[in-house]
Antibody, heavy 126, light 106 residues
Framework: EVQLLESGGGLVQPGGSLRLSCAASGFTFNTYAMSWVRQAPGKGLEWVSAISGGGGSTYYADSVKGRFTISRDNSKNTLYLQMNSLRAEDTAVYYC???????????????????WGQGTLVTVSS | SYELTQPLSVSVALGQTARITCGGNNIGSKNVHWYQQKSGQAPVLVIYRDSNRPSGIPERFSGSNSGNTATLTISRAQAGDEADYYCQVWDSSTVVFGGGTKLTVL
């Protein structure tokens, strides 16, 4: 069974930093792209970032480009999101999600998200 | 930037068919994926690549995509189908989600 467990959320002041982690199990981690998707309170889904299975390709939403960095440690089956220069509008539940098809079957840019973790709440406030 | 347009809400009578649309410029040329999100829960994939159902998703859920509109169809709607539904595509190396549609089963 695929499991994704996010951690690292919490309360941080504007301008601060936070690193999220997503521990994965139940699949061959290094053959699947992974993504972060967030959801502000009462709002819809907003994609944040994606990374290819090998880690060589990364993708970012314009809203976080230059402030957030996605990475992965395939030896630890863990996905990360380093968030710097945080703003109030970054307040959201952050989900990690596994790519729906392996890198041997489709490109990262053809992927869907399945499954999703349960999310970790990030609150940016003074 | 690419935009996906969904109706804010759709209502359907119990046992009837609900259709949720997702509009985008020439969306028929893209792969569209659909997610269901029940209150307080993480999203769940219900349709991928326009019309494919993941294992465990009932046959009542189906999808189509042509021209400027993709459609998620839920047949024989049940109370348990009440949720927010989101469409998703990739465009220019970024992921785009629709704004979401709240499905109410009457």
């Amino acid at each position: 069974e695929v499991q994704l467990l996010e951690s690292g959320g919490g309360l941080v002041q504007p301008g601060g930093s936070l690193r999220l982690s997503c521990a994965a199990s139940g699949f061959t981690f290094n053959t699947y792209a992974m993504s972060w998707v967030r959801q502000a309170p009462g709002k819809g889904l907003e994609w944040v970032s994606a990374i290819s299975g090998g880690g060589g390709s990364t993708y970012y939403a314009d809203s976080v480009k230059g402030r957030f960095t996605i990475s992965r440690d395939n030896s630890k089956n863990t996905l990360y999101l380093q968030m710097n220069s945080l703003r109030a509008e970054d307040t959201a539940v952050y989900y990690c999600a596994k790519g729906g098809c392996s890198s041997t079957s489709c490109y990262t840019e053809h992927n869907w998200f399945d499954p999703w973790g349960q999310g970790t709440l990030v609150t940016v406030s003074s | 930037s690419y935009e996906l347009t969904q109706p804010l809400s759709v209502s359907v009578a119990l046992g009837q068919t609900a259709r949720i649309t997702c509009g985008g410029n020439n969306i028929g040329s893209k792969n569209v994926h659909w997610y269901q999100q029940k209150s307080g829960q993480a999203p769940v994939l219900v349709i991928y690549r326009d019309s494919n159902r993941p294992s465990g998703i009932p046959e009542r859920f189906s999808g189509s995509n042509s021209g400027n509109t993709a459609t998620l169809t839920i047949s024989r709607a049940q109370a348990g189908d009440e949720a927010d539904y989101y469409c998703q595509v990739w465009d220019s190396s970024t992921v785009v989600f629709g704004g979401g549609t709240k499905l109410t089963v009457l």
